[in-house]
């Protein structure tokens, strides 16, 4: 799955191309939707950097007010802060917090890579841009995606055989859905992508309706 270092020089690395990519947006596109229902690009900036600026303290405080549902207490921060916070603001936080060390609880360093990609992903995919994520960056994701991390998205994957077309990578049994590995990965944790990005008899149960 790649050690520590790695990983940690791979999130890194995906937080700093995070950076680039905000950057470059025009001021019409941070109001624009991403893969994540009813969420903007800048309520997934507010969202991407959350627990590197969030305490111990606060998250908890966060989350009793939330009556403990932490995606309850994750949509209502992040929306308070895209509504707080300007275009450039957001991205001085993303591009102060490229070093943090946090990693996600139970999740490791693994964890922390994989929360940067998926919704850099929800960003790109959403904004129709074409970005590849780097192939060793996203094969260090889907070595670490074990049942538990699987289980957490709840996506109903029966009877479908995921199989990358750029990587030798391969999920489940059944009917086939082929695409890129990081199209499938957002498969995996419950995005329906735009039509033509998936391929297969089962592609349907996981595209946008037109």
Do not use: K, N
Not at 44 to 73: N, Y
Not at 86 to 97: G, I
Not at 120 to 125: A, H, Q, S, Y
């Amino acid at each position: 799955m790649g050690g520590d270092d790695q990983l940690r020089r791979a999130v890194r690395a995906e937080r700093g191309d995070q950076v680039r990519l905000l950057a470059a947006l025009e001021a019409g596109q941070w109001d624009a939707p991403t893969l994540c229902a009813g969420w903007r690009v800048r309520e997934v900036v507010a969202h991407v950097t959350m627990p590197l600026r969030m305490s111990t303290g606060r998250t908890l405080l966060e989350l009793a007010r939330s009556r403990g549902r932490f995606d309850r207490m994750a949509d209502r921060y992040a929306r308070r802060e895209a509504a707080r916070l300007s275009a450039e603001q957001l991205l001085a936080v993303r591009r102060a917090t490229v070093d943090h060390p946090w990693t996600p609880p139970g999740g490791g360093t693994h964890g922390a890579l994989a929360h940067e990609v998926i919704h850099g992903l929800d960003i790109t995919v959403g904004l129709g841009l074409d970005r590849l994520v780097p192939a060793q960056r996203m094969a260090l994701v889907l070595a670490g995606m074990r049942p538990r991390a699987l289980a957490y998205f709840g996506t109903d994957l029966t009877g479908v055989r995921l199989q990358a077309t750029d990587l030798d990578w391969g999920h489940g049994a059944g009917t086939p859905v082929r695409g890129l590995a990081q199209d499938l990965l957002l498969v995996v944790c419950g995005r329906r992508l735009p039509a033509g990005r998936l391929d297969g008899d089962a592609a349907a149960r996981f595209t946008q309706e037109p």
